[in-house]
């Protein structure tokens, strides 16, 4: 059975920082990638930030470049996404999803940024 569980998430004041992790297992193909989504009340899910576990290589939203960071962890289906400077804006429910030949989705976790 795939799991795909996220924590982390919580109440920040603006220009805190909060760190999510994301563990997928059960997998009978290989991850391809990692990925972090939000979507916020009203707004479409969108992008944040992705990593191809084999090369590192990782990408980011234009919105979150500079503040966020997405790393791997020691197994393939393990990921961070490091948040800084956190904003108002950033509140969402942040959605880890592993890719493999399908897309398979965590619950979610929340994350607010309020003073």
């Known amino acids: 059975e795939v799991k795909v569980v996220e924590s982390g998430g919580g109440l920040v004041h603006p220009g805190g920082s909060l760190r999510l992790s994301c563990e997928a297992s059960?997998?009978?193909?290989?991850?391809?990638?990692m990925n972090w989504f939000r979507q916020a009340p009203g707004k479409e899910r969108e992008l944040v930030a992705g990593i191809f576990p084999v090369s590192g290589t990782t990408n980011y939203a234009d919105s979150v470049k500079g503040r966020f960071t997405i790393s791997r962890g020691n197994g393939r289906n393990t990921a961070y996404l490091e948040m800084n400077n956190l904003k108002p804006e950033d509140t969402a429910m942040y959605i880890c999803c592993a890719r493999t030949t399908n897309d398979y989705w965590g619950q979610g976790t929340q994350v607010t940024v309020s003073s």
């Open positions: 059960g997998f009978s193909n290989s991850v391809l990638s």
